[in-house]
């Protein structure tokens, strides 16, 4: 799915979703991308929601929620200009009494990306805004869908020699029963993934937004012919690297 919105009439046809109340219905988005420009004055955002204020213009959008886990992402494909960075946020409601579910602005470099249980029968809008005033360019809106992946048993599957994804245990509830992993203890929902050796030194690491919300994430590295039989790799607990992240890392032979 492919839609462009915002911006100025003078580079075509545009649809302008400058507002709540003029958010722009994403149906059978799933997988797709929404394009869309902040040029000039697109619109005034006055919420906030996990991410700091800023007095950027941004456009609006808005899906029915059918009882699933999204993700949201401005990562790929984003070209405001190389000093802004966009502010994605996530609301439930109407326009006149929004409720804040997530928000994401430095998860990618310069950019955002949230993960949310969609309830089904409930409306969520979402808001892609610059941070500055003077932020202007084209951005990408992706959703797709986000795993369950809170078991060992149902752990998403991932290529090993060079990959990234995005991963939220937002409305994951179960807890894995494993034994502690070096640094790390299994006392909080998490999402799990696989991959498979390949006789090689391999790094794995894990970053989190520090201020959306505060998550200092923790990464653990087991292995095992099955889920009843983990040895631990190693497990590390993020450090802060500023204001707004933590950082996990760990390497070891796969």
């Known amino acids: 799915v492919l839609a462009t919105t915002g911006g100025d009439s003078s580079s075509g046809p545009k649809l302008f979703n400058d507002s709540c109340q003029r958010a722009i219905e994403l149906s059978n988005i799933t997988g797709g991308t929404v394009q869309g420009d902040i040029l000039g004055k697109a619109g005034d955002v006055e919420e906030v929601c996990q991410v700091e204020f800023g007095e950027g213009y941004g456009l609006w959008y808005f899906l029915e929620g059918e009882g699933s886990r999204l993700s949201s992402s401005t990562c790929i494909g984003t070209d405001l200009d190389a000093d802004s960075d966009t502010q994605l946020m996530v609301f439930a409601g109407s326009c006149d009494n929004l409720e804040c579910i997530a928000g994401s602005d430095q998860l990618c470099e310069a950019h955002g990306a949230v993960g949310w249980m969609v309830e089904e029968g409930t409306r969520y809008y979402m808001v892609v805004k610059g941070f500055r005033p003077s932020n202007e360019g084209s ?32 409305n994951l509830t179960f807890v894995e029963n494993v034994n502690d992993c070096g640094q790390t203890r299994a006392v909080a929902p998490g999402a799990w993934y696989r991959a498979e050796g390949g006789g090689d030194v391999r790094c794995a690491s894990a970053y989190s937004e520090r201020g959306s919300p505060d998550f200092p994430v923790q990464l653990s590295i087991y292995t095992g012919n099955s889920c009843s039989d983990l040895s631990c790799v190693d497990g590390v607990i993020a450090i802060s690297t500023g204001e707004t992240e933590w950082f996990a890392e760990t390497a070891g032979l796969a």
């Not at 369950?148 to 599957?157: G, M, Q």
Request: aromatic fraction near 4%.
């Open 139 to 170: 951005f990408n809106l992706t959703i797709d869908a986000l795993a369950e992946n809170d078991r060992c048993e149902i752990a998403s599957e991932v290529d090993s020699s060079d990959s990234s994804l995005l991963g939220s245990t937002r």
